[in-house]
Structures are given as structure tokens and as C-alpha cells.
């Protein structure tokens, strides 16, 4: 086996440090500056139009506590393993969040949460990050089949409800059956390992992120004059959550695929297109990109451990 010397290394890591970096803000360019979509001309007189300072640090705290949040909610969950400070929490939550940013569905999250910690917790570090998006995605399913009744689209929710029956039924018949040593009954029996503080604690960080960033959503369209009634706005909302988090993509490309359908569903009410696209763009922007520069930072002074 070759053995590479301490500042090759070193060198190595560096390199594929700035490589993620510049490849995250490569791809923040790219959705911003060549996406046909976006009138900047345009949003720019909306802004200045609609907003005022106070208006905008309102919308923006949404963005923090809604990061802060999920920075709280990982720190309660790696309690299980070793206790870790608020400003630990955030250089994972962070510099994972900007790893992931140009994978499949924010894999790439995974594993730059689990480069923080030895080898040999990768297992479950992974474990605790399902475990972490996994009540996320839970909520949002949950919510968004309650929105799509709130709109009118009766049908698809009976019919995710229906999907969702057989899946758990299915699992209930082969919850013993094992693949590659894991069955549903030893996940199950995993998670049951963990504290219930930890499990209750995690559950009203998740429903309290799912509030805060809906109704920043919900605010940005008052904030632009659109006068709905807030349930139909808070079921499209929630519709257009469930459906873009329901399909494949890369967090790159949230703007693209949230804002496409949002167009869907917000077009129906009779909202103009543009304020869509705008608010659409403006939660990618808030609760994307601007955690991903500050993540860059924790990136670059990323020290892996080599045990």
C-alpha cells in the first residue's frame, strides 16, 4: 500500500476543499445570472417598490431562526453520541450544507457531517442525519397531503394517502426480511435506542423549522400585495413543498424546481407569474446560497480527521 506524505496530504485536501467551494459558488452564479426566469430589472423595482428595511429584516430573521433551528435540532440528536457546543453544531450543519449543494439530494450532506467525527462513528452519524431530515420529510408529506384537501386536490391526496397505506402495510409484512444485515425491525429497533428527550425534542425543532420557513414564504407574498385567504395560501404552500421535495434533485437547483412548481399551483389563484418567480428565487436566496457562503468558511478551515 502506498503511503502519501503528511503535506501531500494536506495538499490534497486543500485542493478538494476549494474545489467544493468554488464549485458551490459556480453553480449560485449560474442559477442567478443565466437563468432565463429571472428579470432583475424587474425584481429590482418590486423590491424597492414593496420593501422597506424593517420589512426586509423581518423576512430575514425568518431565514436565521429557520437555520438556527436545524443547527439546534443536529446538536440534540449527536447528544446521543458526545455532547457538542452551538458553534460546533453550526460548523457541521454548515459546512455540510455547502458539501452537499452540487449532490443528489443533499447526499453529499451526509457524509461532510460524518468528516467531522472518527471513522468508526460514520455509521452513525449517517444514522442520526436520516434520522434528522428524515422527521423533516415526514412533516412535509404529513402537511402537504392536509394542503392539497385545503386546495381542492382531493384526488391526489386520496391517492397519496392510498400509496402511503400499502407502503406501510407492505413494510409491516416484511419488517423481518433482511438485506445486507438491515431489516425494518432492527432500524426500528435502532432508533428506539435513542433517548425519547432526544426523539421529542427533534420533532418540535422539525415542526417549529416547518412553521418558520412556510410562513416566510407565506409573508414574502404579503409582502408583494397577493391578498388570499390564508389557508388556501398556507395549503399551497405546503402542497408546493411535499411535491418539490417528492422529486430527485440537487440544492442548486431548489429555486428551479420549487419555483416550477409553484408556478403550478400559485398560477391557479390568479397570482402573477413574475412575483412567484421572485419569491421563489428569494427563499432559495435567504435559505440557501447565504448559508452556503458562510459554510465556505468552515470548509476552507475544515481539518479532516486522518484516525
Request: proline letters at 3%.
Amino acid at each position: 500500500m502506498i503511503s502519501i506524505p503528511h503535506k501531500a496530504k494536506q495538499f490534497i485536501v486543500f485542493l478538494i476543499k476549494l474545489l467544493i467551494v468554488t464549485a458551490a459558488f459556480y453553480f449560485i452564479y449560474d442559477q442567478l445570472a443565466e437563468n432565463s426566469k429571472l428579470d432583475w430589472e424587474k425584481f429590482q423595482n418590486l423590491v424597492l417598490d414593496k420593501m422597506s428595511i424593517l420589512g426586509i429584516s423581518f423576512i430575514f430573521s425568518f431565514s436565521v431562526i429557520n437555520r438556527y433551528l436545524e443547527i439546534l435540532k443536529w446538536q440534540n440528536l449527536v447528544s446521543f453520541i458526545k455532547p457538542i457546543s452551538v458553534g460546533e453544531s453550526s460548523k457541521q450543519v454548515l459546512g455540510a450544507l455547502t458539501a452537499g449543494i452540487f449532490t443528489p439530494n443533499n447526499l453529499g450532506e451526509y457524509a461532510g457531517k460524518a468528516l467531522y467525527f472518527d471513522k468508526k462513528k460514520t455509521k452513525k452519524i449517517i444514522f442520526l442525519n436520516l434520522i434528522c431530515n428524515g422527521i423533516q420529510m415526514i412533516l412535509t408529506i404529513v402537511l402537504g397531503t392536509i394542503g392539497l384537501f385545503f386546495i381542492g386536490y382531493w384526488k391526489w391526496a386520496l391517492t397519496i394517502i392510498g400509496f402511503l397505506s400499502l407502503v406501510l402495510f407492505a413494510s409491516f409484512l416484511t419488517k423481518t426480511i433482511t438485506i445486507k444485515g438491515y431489516s425494518i425491525e432492527k432500524i426500528l429497533a435502532k432508533i428506539n435506542e435513542i433517548p425519547k428527550t432526544i426523539h421529542r425534542k427533534n420533532i418540535i425543532m422539525a415542526t417549529g423549522r416547518y412553521l418558520v420557513f412556510s410562513h416566510q414564504y407565506y409573508f414574502l407574498f404579503l409582502a408583494f400585495d397577493v391578498d388570499l385567504p390564508y389557508l388556501t395560501m398556507m395549503g399551497s404552500i405546503a402542497a408546493v413543498y411535499f411535491l418539490a421535495s417528492s422529486l430527485p434533485s440537487f440544492q442548486f437547483l431548489d429555486f428551479a424546481v420549487k419555483g416550477s412548481v409553484a408556478l403550478f399551483f400559485f398560477e391557479k389563484l390568479g397570482i402573477n407569474e413574475w412575483i412567484v418567480v421572485f419569491i421563489s428565487m428569494l427563499m432559495w436566496f435567504l435559505n440557501i446560497v447565504l448559508p452556503v457562503v458562510i459554510g465556505s468558511y468552515f470548509v476552507l478551515k475544515f481539518k479532516p480527521k486522518w484516525k
